[in-house]
């Protein structure tokens, strides 16, 4: 049965670094047809992909948020970890973990976990 | 960067068929796929690689895709299937959705 958990902060400061984990069972970070990516989506707004990685290390980000974002994996825990410096209210959102197959599709989502940006 | 284009909501009667349309520049000949996602839930993988069901995912969804426009097809809509649905291409290597619509049954 494959899962994958979100945690993390709820609520952050403006200029804080967010730093968000995931936590995968039912398959391995190592296997090559997967990988882990993490999207978000504001309240009551379209989904935003922002980060993935794979098995062999290689990693992407979504060009906007580039600057701001890292992510990486612990094989042997079976976690992926986003960082996303300097936050800003309108990084408000449910922040979703989420198995990619392929370098194609998003088969498994994560509950996601609602991150309040506020002063 | 690639932009995915969807209606913001589309409306169906029951039992008739909804089409929701994704468009992009030659998005035909990329692999598409499409996402439901109810009020407090995660989104579904409803439809991959342009037309292929998911195990667990009704016959009456279906899709296309073509030139420079992809389609959702529900055929006999149920009041359980209202949501909103997405569109997700793979684009210079990143992930890249639609902006969504939201399909109500009248």
């Known amino acids: 049965q494959v899962t994958l958990k979100e945690s993390g902060p709820v609520l952050v400061k403006p200029t804080e670094t967010l730093t968000l984990t995931c936590t995968v069972s039912?398959?391995?970070?190592?296997?090559?047809?997967?990988?882990v990516s993490w999207i978000r989506q504001p309240p009551g707004k379209a989904l935003e992909w922002l980060a993935h990685i794979f098995s062999n290390d290689e990693k992407s980000y979504s060009t906007s948020l580039k600057s701001r974002l890292t992510i990486s994996k612990d094989t042997s825990k079976s976690q992926v970890v986003l960082t996303m410096t300097n936050m800003d209210p309108v990084d408000t959102a449910t922040y979703y973990c989420a198995r990619i197959l392929d370098t194609a599709m998003v088969d498994y989502w994560g509950q996601g976990t609602l991150v309040t940006v506020s002063s | 960067s690639y932009v995915l284009t969807q209606p913001p909501s589309v409306s169906v009667a029951p039992g008739k068929t909804a089409r929701i349309t994704c468009g992009g520049n030659?998005?035909?000949?990329?692999?598409v796929h499409w996402y439901q996602q109810k009020p407090g839930q995660a989104p579904v993988l409803v439809i991959y690689?342009?037309?292929d069901r998911p195990s667990g995912i009704p016959e009456r969804f279906s899709g296309s895709n073509s030139g420079n426009t992809a389609t959702l097809t529900i055929s006999r809509v149920e009041a359980g299937d209202e949501a909103d649905y997405y569109c997700q291409v793979w684009d210079s290597s990143r992930g890249v959705f639609g902006g969504g619509t939201k399909l109500t049954v009248l």
């Open positions: 030659n998005i035909g000949s990329k692999s």
């Open positions: 039912g398959f391995s970070l190592s296997n090559a047809r997967m990988g």
């Open positions: 690689y342009d037309s």
